[in-house]
């Protein structure tokens, strides 16, 4: 079983899309989050949710909105997609107050043409 | 905020050689040293972690040293096999607490056979 699965795995699309990536962690754990990795390999915190409550929220366009519906899944959302939003973009969760060892999806990889 | 700075960026050894990738860290306060291995085409994935009350630490051919005075703490791979070969990445937290994972820019380790 995956731990933190991520869908699409690859995702090419035009500049003005919006487009949403999936994430799902059946770790049972309570802390969420995205990251962008761009071309040069440099990992990023975007997002972080704890118990489907934003707790970071770093410099992000306001094109970027995070959804959680429940402790267990933490979906990206994208509009108006740009150039330079092209990147993999990784999920991974944690469980605060126990470890702080943060599990990683495989990525998606976005492409905006 | 946090900076963590990782050197080298490349690493070229041999096979069975040893390899030490240094990292150091800004902030005082944090005291989670987690080290993550990326493979291409995959998310990264915990190899070995250090908090700030132990100086080293042990697990097969991978150790990791932490030294809090200078701010520096290092991975070191013994006896390499080309498995090795992946993309390294050095972190540094404040554990448990609202702060998040601020990671350095990667060491691309290459193990010649």
């Known amino acids: 079983d995956t731990a933190v699965s991520q869908t699409p795995k690859y995702l090419v699309t035009q500049m003005g899309n919006d487009k949403s990536i999936k994430c799902e962690q059946n770790l049972g754990h309570d802390t969420m989050y995205w990251y962008k990795q761009d071309s040069k390999k440099f990992l990023k915190i975007m997002f972080s949710?704890?118990?489907?409550?934003?707790?970071i929220n770093e410099t992000v366009p306001n094109r970027f909105s995070p959804k959680s519906p429940d402790k267990a899944h933490l979906n990206l959302h994208i509009n108006s997609l740009e150039l330079g939003d092209s990147a993999v973009y990784f999920c991974?969760?944690?469980?605060?107050?126990?470890?702080?060892?943060?599990?990683f999806g495989a990525g998606t990889r976005l492409s905006v043409l | 905020g946090e900076n963590v700075e990782q050197h080298p960026s490349t690493l070229s050894v041999q096979e069975g050689d040893s390899a030490v990738i240094k990292c150091t860290y800004s902030?005082?306060?944090?005291?989670?040293f987690p080290w993550y291995k990326q493979e291409l085409g995959k998310g990264p994935q915990l190899i070995i972690d250090?908090?700030?009350?132990?100086g080293e630490k042990k697990d097969q051919r991978i150790a990791v040293t932490l030294n809090k005075t200078a701010k520096h703490f290092s991975l070191h791979i013994t006896e390499t096999q080309p498995e090795d070969s992946a993309v390294y990445f050095c972190a540094a937290s404040q554990s448990g607490s609202q702060g998040n994972l601020i990671f350095g820019k990667g060491t691309k380790l290459s193990v010649k056979p």
């Open positions: 991974a969760s944690s469980q605060r107050g126990q470890t702080d060892i943060q599990y």
């Open positions: 250090i908090r700030s009350n132990v």
């Open positions: 949710y704890n118990n489907k409550e934003l707790i």
């Open positions: 902030d005082s306060a944090s005291n989670y």
